[in-house]
């Protein structure tokens, strides 16, 4: 079982660069989530979406804009890098869509450095 | 506002040894829930547990232990004889419902746990 899939694992941008961060699950999950993780900050949410065709904003959505495609894909755009985006990114998604008692359940992380 | 709070940044252990990680928390909702979830060298976020705020008690699953406590908002992962292959960073969690009606979930920080053969 695939469960939630990232691309890609790996990117190195220069400053001003702009990139799509892919994510897709296949467990029929209503909500997904972008997460960003940082040394001594722990995940912290840049944006959900808890159902096909909502998104709302999360603590740290500045510089970020995403996309529902569909129930399957929740793309993350970096419209213009800068190095304090600099970050391993998560993507994730629930089982349940509605309610605090969700199971999240997570991609492998995109390892993101902005030079 | 949620919070929650894992003091300890890195544990090492030896191989075998008992070790108790901690995470406390802070909410005023009287309905949520607790997370464990361990992130191994791979990367991605594994789930551990869940326990809602009714429900105190403890739990075991084979070397692992949970004990919640409410009167000291605290949900302590222990992990019994432990393995090389417990070695992760391991993250607590909280969730509520936001204003809007959704999940709303605060991380941890994490803690390391390093497993020395």
């Known amino acids: 079982n695939a469960g939630v899939t990232q691309t890609p694992k790996f990117q190195v941008l220069k400053t001003g660069q702009s990139m799509t961060l892919q994510c897709a699950q296949d467990?029929?999950?209503?909500?997904m989530y972008w997460y960003r993780q940082d040394p001594g900050m722990g995940l912290r949410l840049i944006y959900y979406?808890?159902?096909?065709?909502?998104?709302d904003k999360g603590e740290v959505p500045n510089g970020y804009n995403v996309s529902r495609l569909n129930k399957r894909e929740f793309s993350l755009r970096l419209e213009s890098a800068a190095p304090s985006q600099t970050s391993v990114y998560f993507c994730?998604?629930?089982?349940?869509?509605?309610?605090?008692?969700?199971?999240?359940?997570f991609g492998a992380g995109t390892r993101l450095s902005v030079l | 506002a949620q919070k929650v709070t894992q003091a300890q940044t890195e544990i090492s252990v030896v191989e075998k040894e008992d070790v108790t990680l901690d995470c406390v928390y802070e909410t005023r909702d009287t309905t949520y829930y607790l997370f464990w979830y361990k992130q191994p060298p791979s990367g991605e976020l594994v789930f551990l547990i869940r326990r809602n705020s009714f429900d105190e008690q403890n739990e075991i699953s084979g070397r692992y232990s949970w004990n919640f406590q409410k009167s000291t908002s605290s949900f302590n992962f222990t992990i019994t004889a432990s393995q090389v292959v417990d070695s992760a960073v391991y993250f607590c969690a909280l969730s509520v419902l936001n204003s809007g009606g959704y999940q709303k979930v605060t991380f941890g920080i994490g803690t390391k746990l390093q497993v020395i053969p």
């Open positions: 467990m029929n999950h209503n909500s």
């Open positions: 994730a998604s629930s089982e349940e869509g509605l309610g605090r008692e969700s199971i999240q359940y």
């Open positions: 979406s808890a159902s096909e065709g909502t998104t």
